[in-house]
Structure formats: C-alpha cells, structure tokens
Nanobody, 124 residues
Framework: QVHLVESGGGLVQAGGSLRLTCTTS????????MGWFRQAPGKEQEFVAA????????EYLSTVKGRFTISRDGAKDTVFLQMNRLEPEDTAVYYC?????????????????WGRGTRVTVSS
C-alpha cells in the first residue's frame, strides 16, 4: 500500500517562502503524475500544481504561477512545492496526490493516492 506524507508547512509572514515535501513509502509513484491541492478554511479543495513522471511537464493554478514551483526527485521518490512570495490567500492545508496520467489534472477525483496534508498559514 503506497502512502504519501507531506511536510514543510508552517506559519510564515506574507512575502515569505516555504518548501513543501511529499515523500512516498510502501511503493513507488515514480511513473505517476504528482499534484498538489489545497483547501482553505470554509472553501472547496482546489488544484495548485502538477508534474508529470519525468518532470518535463508542469501545470499551475493561474494565481500561483510565477510564485510556486513544483519539482520531483525520482531517485528519492519525492515531490516538492517551492512557494515564494506567499500571500494570506495561500493559507490552506496542502495535499499531495498521485495519478497515472498527465490529464484531468484539476479534478481531485482523478487522483488515486493522497496524503493527509500539511498546514500552511500566511500572516499579513
């Protein structure tokens, strides 16, 4: 059974940076597309970013493009989300997820594997 575990969340001031990490255990998702979603208090879960198995293709939510960068280390079966110039609107629980193909990226139901999330709080 594959498990995803997120880490790296915390409290940061607006304009600051955080780096989220998603590690895999119990198996490998090296050939999977990996994504990050987030859910802010009182709001629905939304897609943030995704990366294909090779790292050659990425996709971003328009409001994070240019501030967030998704990457992966295949050797360590790890995915990262570098978040810069954070804004209070980025406050949310961030989830790592995996799916087979680099398609239908924005739909959470299309992902097969999920972590339990890491909380990010951005103060103004």
């Amino acid at each position: 059974q594959v498990h995803l575990v997120e880490s790296g969340g915390g409290l940061v001031q607006a304009g600051g940076s955080l780096r989220l990490t998603c590690t895999t255990s119990g198996g490998t998702l090296n050939l999977y597309t990996m994504g990050w979603f987030r859910q802010a208090p009182g709001k629905e879960q939304e897609f943030v970013a995704a990366i294909n198995w090779s790292g050659g293709s990425t996709e971003y939510l328009s409001t994070v493009k240019g501030r967030f960068t998704i990457s992966r280390d295949g050797a360590k079966d790890t995915v990262f989300l570098q978040m810069n110039r954070l804004e209070p609107e980025d406050t949310a629980v961030y989830y790592c997820a995996g799916k087979r193909s680099f398609s239908d990226l924005y739909t959470s139901d299309a992902y097969n594997y999920w972590g339990r999330g890491t909380r990010v709080t951005v103060s103004s």
